[in-house]
Each structure stands twice: as C-alpha cells, then as structure tokens.
C-alpha cells in the first residue's frame, strides 16, 4: 500500500534552513506528482509546494515563492523541500502527498522560533 514518510523537521532559528524529505512506496513514484501541505497551529492543512512526475514544473503558494525549493529524486523515490529564510510563521506540521491520491505520512514538525 501507499506508504509516506517524512523526515528532516525540528527547531530552527529565524532566517535559518531546513530540509525536509520525504520517502514513498507502495506505488510507481516516478509517474505521480508530489506536493507538500503544511498545518500551521489552528489553521487547516495547506498546499505549499508541487512537482511533476519528471521534475520539469512546480508550483509555490506566494508565502513561501522565493524561499522554499521541491525537488525530486525518482530513483531513490523521495521528494524534498529546501527550507530558506524560514519565519515564524512558517511554524507548522508539513505533509507530503501523492496528488489525487487520499494518502498522509505521519507529518514532520517544523518548529521556528528563537
């Protein structure tokens, strides 16, 4: 079955970094598109990042356009999401997901704070 793994969360300072990554099975990963969602404290889980089965095309939410970078590696069956100038507000659960697909990882925290 459809399996998600996220990794790579933890507390980090203002202005910092962090990636995050994400290790699927269960399904033929090179021909999904992959996303990231984020459940920020008291707000409803939402999409943050996207990308193609081939990597060719993404898509940000305008919160974090400029900072955060998905990226994908089909042979190892793992998407990731580069981190940068994290803020506060960033602060939040992150999820990866198969698109079109009803299946959740467990999430990894993001914690940003000083």
């Known amino acids: 079955q459809v399996q998600l793994v996220e990794s790579g969360g933890g507390l980090v300072q203002p202005g910092g970094s962090l990636r995050l990554s994400c290790a699927a099975s269960?399904?033929?990963?090179?021909?999904?598109?992959m996303t990231w969602y984020r459940q920020r404290p008291g707000k409803e889980r939402e999409l943050v990042a996207q990308i193609t089965s081939a990597g060719d095309s993404s898509y940000y939410a305008d919160s974090v356009k400029g900072r955060f970078t998905i990226s994908r590696d089909n042979a190892k069956n793992t998407v990731y999401l580069q981190m940068n100038s994290l803020k506060p507000d960033d602060t939040a659960v992150y999820y990866c997901?198969?698109?079109?697909?009803?299946?959740w990882g467990q999430g990894t925290q993001v914690t940003v704070s000083s």
């Open positions: 997901k198969v698109r079109f697909l009803p299946h």
């Open positions: 269960g399904f033929t990963f090179r021909t999904k598109t």
